[in-house]
């Protein structure tokens, strides 16, 4: 059996998604969430569409909250192993984006998940996906 990491329990929900203003709006179905985050004036690169490394913290934040919901029942750590992220078109700031994430495979030990990032028009955004590690906790 895997120990646990030290530390404090998990702050939920994390610092750094309220720092950047992510909202979780579902998760009623295991598997997949749906967040919701404004681009803000702080996250713009110098043309004024937001930097690809916010971009990738929301797809991110979506994608572990999505293997959190799919463990049903079981205790673990999640811990992304890998991710890779496609920007389809810029979101300029003030752009309401959504961000839907989707377990899409896996067993004991890892989760694929897929992201996909919109715009208010329903446009996509960015396409992520990501491979999260389970370290079992009690």
């Known amino acids: 059996m895997t120990e646990a990491p030290p ?3 998990p702050r939920v929900p994390p610092n750094c ?11 009623s ?8 985050m404004t681009a803000a004036e ?3 690169n110098p043309v004024g ?6 971009l990738s913290a929301f797809a991110d934040s979506a994608m572990a909250t999505a ?3 799919n463990l049903q029942g079981r205790k673990a750590y999640t811990a992304n192993t890998e ?3 496609s920007f389809l078109r810029g979101a300029p700031v003030g752009e309401a984006l959504t961000c839907r994430a989707r377990v899409i495979g896996g067993g004991k030990r890892v989760t694929f998940v897929e992201a996909d990032i919109t715009d208010s028009a329903g446009r ?3 396409k992520a996906s990501s491979t999260y590690l389970l370290t079992p906790r009690d």
């Open 7 to 9: 530390g404090p329990k």
């Open 17 to 27: 998604d309220m720092t950047l203003g992510m909202t979780c709006v579902d998760k």
């Open 29 to 36: 179905e295991p598997g997949v969430t749906v967040w919701v």
């Open 42 to 44: 702080h996250m713009a």
């Open 49 to 54: 569409v937001v930097q690809g490394g916010f």
């Open 67 to 69: 293997t959190v919901t």
């Open 83 to 85: 991710l890779k992220i």
């Open 124 to 126: 996509l955004v960015a």
